[in-house]
């Protein structure tokens, strides 16, 4: 069975920095492009950033660029978010999702991240 | 504002059906056979229904279908069924730039 396991949200000062991590277990890590998006409170889904399956470039929202970088650890078979320069509007759940033909399938439960001072 | 237009809410009796409308652009919808549509029900994390317009995972019932037409995608749910009241999101590959774009999101009532 496919199972994301998202951990690393919390509470953090506008400006500060937190990285997520998503625990992939159940299929061949390094063959599948993973994704993060996210749902700010009440909201709608946002896209956040993909990494392909074959590693190479990487997708970032334009929210985000700059800010935030994906990345992953073969070895570990885990999914990261760094996250810097923490505003208010990134206060959301962020879930980790499987890419499947530009589709994301499954998704994590999610981890929250709120930024508030 | 989301890049995709959604109907904010839906509804529909029991064994009915119900459309709901995702409109882009030529450079979301309109120009890639990526769209896809997820079911979220409140507190749980979204699940794909439909990829590539009209693919269906497995085990997705079939009462599910999707399709397009130039710059908007439809969902189609036919037999309505208590458990298919949730939010509903479509999404479209928009190119290396923007990659994924995401609906509003619309509310299917199940009356």
């Known amino acids: 069975e496919v199972q994301l396991l998202e951990s690393g949200g919390g509470l953090v000062q506008p400006g500060g920095s937190l990285r997520l991590s998503c625990a992939a277990s159940?299929?061949?890590?390094?063959?599948?492009?993973m994704s993060w998006v996210r749902q700010a409170p009440g909201k709608g889904l946002e896209w956040v950033a993909t990494l392909p399956g074959s590693g190479g470039d990487t997708y970032h929202a334009d929210s985000v660029k700059g800010r935030f970088t994906i990345s992953r650890d073969i070895s570990k078979n885990t999914l990261y978010l760094q996250m810097n320069s923490l505003r208010a509007e990134d206060t959301a759940l962020y879930y980790c999702?499987?890419?499947?033909?530009?589709?994301?399938?499954?998704w994590g439960q999610g981890t929250l991240v709120s930024v508030s001072s | 504002q989301s890049a995709l237009t959604q109907p904010p809410s839906a509804s529909g009796s029991p064994g009915q059906s119900v459309t709901i409308s995702c409109t882009g652009t030529?450079?979301?919808?309109?120009?890639?056979?990526?769209v896809s549509w997820y079911q979220q029900h409140p507190g749980k994390a979204p699940k794909l229904m439909i990829f590539?317009?009209?693919k269906r995972p497995s085990g997705v019932p079939d009462r599910f279908s999707g399709s397009k037409s130039g710059n908007t995608a439809s969902l189609t749910v036919s037999g309505l069924q208590p458990e298919d009241e949730a939010d509903y999101y479509c999404s479209s590959y928009a190119g290396r730039d923007k990659y994924v774009v995401f609906g509003g999101g619309t509310k299917l009532t199940v009356l």
């Open positions: 159940g299929f061949t890590f390094s063959s599948y492009g």
């Open positions: 999702a499987r890419q499947y033909s530009r589709a994301f399938d499954p």
């Open positions: 030529s450079s979301d919808v309109g120009g890639y056979n990526y």
């Open positions: 590539e317009v009209s």
